[in-house]
């Protein structure tokens, strides 16, 4: 066993990286759920998102062009929940569910002639003299630009929950849905649209695995992140920031235990692969034991004629 091998500062460059895609897809999964609709359907949009990407990347030799064909994978697979759960009103868990079931396996028949393909790679970001900052420049400013586009989306949908009226409405639409349409607000629409983001989120988290971390398609790739995202919302109290101190956390714990097994560690490797998944659980329970509330209307039905 050698812990030396371990470098701190390549270790928490990495942590960005490895959050990336759960962090992307747990904050679409959160603007759904804000939106009161509950969509167990994320492992499938990632999984689409993540073959649609690729696709898209090798045969145009763009992997930006990638992420868009992703999140629009996602947001087209995301289509089809919208259609059961607010056109023929099914039940959300069961169409979430099927909604995952469908998309690991279309993306597997999607993607056989893609085996072994390698994508063209993504550049790192050129962030000049901020790149060349001791320690903090290597930690901070030298990842893609996927990184940072993931930090500006929870960004955004925490300032845009807080702060706008479009957010005073996805959240009145999420806590009472009668009394929203009430008032005149176009409860399906604005589910719809929530959904369709939900969707596009957790195809750019698809193909970050596809793209940057694992450059390379096989089937069943994302292998339960898209759960993890699902467990990450709601251990994370609906709030944007503790989704991104669980994506992170998730992410260095992953990092590490890659490291720790690298380093020959006595610990049997099923413990170590484990561990993220724990840890992450822990803390995130210890964390929502503030009592906040799920979103009033989440998972419920909406009948237009109320």
């Known amino acids: 066993m050698d812990l030396s091998v371990i470098n701190p500062i390549l270790l928490l460059a990495a942590l960005m990286s490895a959050a990336t895609p759960i962090l992307l897809a747990a904050t679409g999964e959160l603007v ?19 073959i649609a990407g690729f696709i898209v990347a090798v045969n145009t030799g763009s992997p930006a062009l990638g992420f868009i064909g992703a999140a629009a994978g996602g947001a087209v697979l995301s289509l089809l929940f919208v259609f059961l759960t607010q056109v023929a009103l099914a039940n959300q868990v069961a169409s979430g569910l099927g909604l995952t079931l469908f998309g690991l ?10 085996v072994g393909v390698k994508p063209p790679r993504m550049a790192d970001l050129d962030l000049g003299p901020l790149s060349d900052i001791p320690v903090l420049g290597r930690i901070l400013f030298s990842h893609d630009a996927m990184v940072y586009i993931g930090l ?21 639409v999420g806590e009472n849905h009668d009394a929203a349409h009430a008032l005149g607000y176009k409860v ?13 989120c957790a195809g ?13 398609w096989t089937e069943g790739m994302t292998a339960g992140v898209g759960w993890i995202a699902l467990a990450l919302v709601v251990f994370a109290s609906w709030k944007p920031w503790r989704v991104l101190l669980g994506a992170y956390l998730f992410g260095g714990i992953t990092q590490l235990q890659l490291n720790l097994q690298g380093a020959g560690v006595a610990i049997p490797v099923e413990y170590l ?22 979103p009033g209307s989440l998972g ?3 009948h237009a004629s109320h």
């Open 32 to 50: 759904v759920e804000r939106a009161g609709v509950l969509n167990l359907g994320v492992e499938g949009m990632m999984i689409v998102g993540a």
């Open 105 to 114: 396996g279309l993306s597997a028949l999607m993607g056989q002639s893609y």
């Open 152 to 172: 500006l989306i929870v960004l955004g949908v925490w300032a845009g929950l807080k702060f706008t009226r479009a957010g005073l409405v996805l959240r009145a």
């Open 188 to 200: 399906k629409r604005i589910r719809t649209l929530a959904i369709l983001f939900g969707g596009a």
């Open 204 to 216: 750019m988290g698809g193909a970050y695995i596809s793209l940057i971390r694992v450059p390379q």
């Open 273 to 294: 692969a484990m561990s993220p998944y724990i840890v992450t659980i822990i803390v995130l329970v210890i964390l929502s034991a503030d009592k906040s509330r799920a």
């Open 300 to 302: 419920r039905i909406f």
